[in-house]
């Protein structure tokens, strides 16, 4: 029943139609990130969900709504529940009266300073966590998980029951790397490198604030790769990069996926392939959208309200899942 909702819903959603001044991929992507965004004024209760080590916690920010359904926002690498895809999917969800929690990984936003491991693009036992929290709470709920980017793919795992086994009920992934490898070697090409210049400024910064010890191993690490060579893979537990890629890629595990799912994303995404979606094995309750345009989630289009195509997107998905 869920996923004939979420597919009639998909049914309804015009494609993405991007406006003259942002037909390439590189485009959509750097303008869908500097266009101004509205925030999300509402006042929250400020909460810390406790992960399985006792120095680890996730930082979230919860809004009361008014239907017993919940969603859960997590945002991608180098962000935070401040990054403005977060805050207006938050105004989405609001408007049609969900509860919502907003939540910064381990070490970001909120949780600046305060953790001791990385989180990367196989934590799906940290979302998992959220949603246990979030169970416990609201026992009688639905539980609606939506992921952006890194959090997509650590979505998708979650959503295969890998690493993890408290699930949400109804999953929606944007732009998930689902092959990390293949993923970062097109960062460290062409204009991609402008992604990873600004990663790597972002997580070098994360770990100044929250594992200033480490600064040194990173003093010649100028790419996302060689970061998970040096970093990632052995403070989050891996033998090395090969291992945390083969270990944390979402893509042998999408014949797998439990529950309706949605997954989004772009055939211009500058970093995201498109065809390890196209040519995977996906269960009838998987929803594939793949829009021709929209670079890596910035879906800029012409014809939607202030050129945010990816929010009406979500408010139509969602608008479903209410209805039922």
Known sequence: MKASLLRSARNRIPPCSPPW???????????????????????????????????????????????????????????????????????????LGYHVFVNNHRGCGLGAG?????????????????????????????????????????????????????????????????HLDKASVKLSQGLNLIYNLRFMRQLKNYIKINRPSEVSRLENTFDLRTFDEVYTAPLGGFKNRRDYYETCSANKYLSKIKIPTVIITAQDDPFVSADDYLGAI?????????????????????????????????????????SE
């Open 114 to 178: 305060l953790a001791s491991e990385p989180y990367h693009s196989g934590r799906a036992e940290d979302l998992s966590k959220v949603i246990e929290f979030g169970r416990a709470r609201f026992p009688d709920f639905e539980h609606i998980a939506i992921g952006f980017s890194l959090s997509a793919n650590a979505l998708l795992l979650l959503a295969a029951g890998v690493r993890a086994d408290v699930l949400p009920d109804i999953a929606i992934a944007v732009n998930g790397p689902v």
């Open 282 to 322: 996906l269960p009838e309750h998987v929803i594939l959208q793949v829009e021709e345009h929209g670079g890596h989630m910035g879906y800029l289009s012409q014809d939607a309200k202030d050129h945010r195509w990816l929010d009406e997107a979500l408010y139509q998905y969602l608008e479903a899942i209410k």
């Open 21 to 95: 001044w942002a037909k390439t991929r590189h485009l959509q992507t750097i303008l869908g990130h500097l266009l101004d965004s509205p925030k999300f004024s509402e006042k929250g209760e400020v909460v810390t969900i406790p992960l399985e080590s006792p120095a680890e916690n996730i930082h979230s920010t919860y809004f009361r709504g008014e239907i017993p359904k919940v969603v859960y926002l997590f945002h991608g690498l180098g962000g935070s529940a401040e990054a403005t895809y977060m805050q207006r999917t938050a105004v989405v969800a609001r408007k």
